[in-house]
Every structure is written in structure tokens, then in C-alpha cells.
């Protein structure tokens, strides 16, 4: 998927590659409630008669654009990668215990933070006894202590990063804006699913995931991430549910 998008950008000017990106935005926003609605109320049933009786299975919420082998998939918006359409922040399409292993990488951020506890509680209903979850998030105090260091210290540790969206000179504070809140589908659009809502310490992230009832909490090495790497600032959390339904 990098290889596409460096060949397409050795391939247009921005100025071209602008008038794309307009293109798809306004095609994907005529197209997404027809998508929508297939994802919702004909692939979702279909999938769900398909999975039921399977046995060992395993959820990500969230997908990127490369399915996991062996994972079902579970997204707010229908690709033809996702197996059911649903809000991960509410209530979702499956019976308690369904699954022995729940994966859900940059996710949380994006749901407010005030329903954080509400959302761990629901993954922890669908997740089997003795099941096993983990969360990546933004490491929300790594990303706080390096703006500091930066901007105290003159520390450039901020750097290794390497993620500078809008943000051509690399300033540290417009850097810790954009890993905090991210910049939605890029032109200011309030409401896109892409904004981050919610912000992570290692601590806090412990806290939620023991209130809702898991337990065996540990962070993980990056070398544990499933699918994409988001690199530097990534914090993973892996917990035992303990506490039958």
C-alpha cells in the first residue's frame, strides 16, 4: 500500500494530486450511505450467519485497509474488507463471549473520552472467558513530554516520529496538535471520524481496562503490533478477561 501511494505521488504534481483527493471526497460522500447501508443491513446479517458457530474466533475493531488473516472485522463505515458495520462505542452485533482474542489498534482515540469506561465494557462483554484483548493507542504522555522537552529543552527527540502532516518545518507544537488531535479528512470538517477525542497515559489506559473488569494488564513491545505500526508514539495494552458475563 506505501509502494501505491509513493508511485502515485512520483506519478502527479500536488496541484493534480489535490484535484484526485477532491475527486474521491466527493465521490465517497455520495456514495457512503448506499455503502453504508449494505454494510449495515445485508453484509452484517450474511457475516453473522456465516461466523456464529465458528469456534477460536477473532475480532478487530477497526481495520486497516489489510485484513488480518484469521480476524473478522468490525468498522462504523462498510469496505469490502469490514464484515460488520457497527458503532464500537455502543452496543455491538454479537451474543456475550463470541470471541477468544479482540484486536483494536487507534482506535479508542477516536471515541470521546468521557465514554471510554461505557466502550471497554461492551469489548469486554463479547470477549470470552479467559480471552485475551489488546489495545494500541497514541501514547498521549509520551507525546505531552516530548512537546515539553522540545519546547523547554530545545530536545528534537520529537523528531524520530517522523510524522509531519501539515506541519512542513516540523514545529513541536503543531506536531503534538496534530499526533493529539489529528486533522479529520484534512479540509476542517467537524464531525469526521478521523479526529482523536480522547488521549491515553499508559496509567489511565491500565485503569479503565481493571474498572471494567480485566485483569493480567500488561503493555506491550511494538514488536507485538498485528497490523500497521503507527510507529514511535504507539502504546499497547494486553488484558485477560477473567470474569464471566
Not at 461466523?51 to 462504523?76: A, C, H, M, Y
Request: hydrophobic share 40%.
Amino acid at each position: 500500500m506505501n509502494d501505491l501511494k509513493s508511485l502515485i505521488k512520483t506519478k502527479f504534481s500536488e496541484k493534480n494530486l489535490d484535484k484526485m483527493r477532491s475527486c474521491y471526497r466527493m465521490v465517497f460522500s455520495f456514495s457512503y450511505p448506499l455503502l453504508w447501508l449494505y454494510g449495515k443491513y445485508i453484509n452484517t446479517p450474511v457475516q453473522k450467519l456465516k461466523n456464529n458457530r465458528k469456534s477460536n474466533r477473532k475480532l478487530e475493531i477497526g481495520p486497516g485497509p489489510l485484513r488480518i488473516d484469521g480476524f473478522e472485522t468490525v468498522n462504523i463505515m462498510w469496505f469490502p474488507n469490514v464484515d460488520y458495520v457497527a458503532d464500537a462505542s455502543k452496543k455491538l452485533p454479537f451474543k456475550n463471549e463470541s470471541f477468544s482474542l479482540i484486536y483494536a489498534s487507534h482506535i479508542l482515540e477516536h471515541i470521546p473520552w468521557y465514554l471510554t469506561k461505557q466502550t471497554l465494557t461492551e469489548w469486554h462483554r463479547v470477549l470470552q472467558y479467559e480471552g485475551v484483548i489488546e489495545i494500541w493507542v497514541p501514547n498521549g504522555l509520551l507525546i505531552a513530554k516530548s512537546w515539553v522537552a522540545a519546547e523547554d529543552l530545545k530536545s528534537i527527540d520529537f523528531k524520530n516520529d517522523g510524522w509531519f502532516k501539515f506541519n512542513a518545518f516540523q514545529d513541536p507544537a503543531l506536531w503534538a496538535n496534530g499526533r493529539l488531535f489529528s486533522y479529520g479528512d484534512g479540509t476542517g470538517k467537524p464531525g469526521h471520524s478521523n479526529w482523536h477525542l480522547a488521549t491515553f497515559s499508559p496509567r489511565l489506559l491500565k485503569d479503565l481496562l481493571a474498572e471494567v473488569g480485566f485483569t493480567q494488564i500488561t503493555c506491550l513491545d511494538r514488536e507485538a503490533v498485528r497490523g500497521h505500526d503507527h510507529g514511535w508514539i504507539n502504546l499497547g495494552v494486553r488484558a485477560i478477561k477473567t470474569k464471566k458475563v
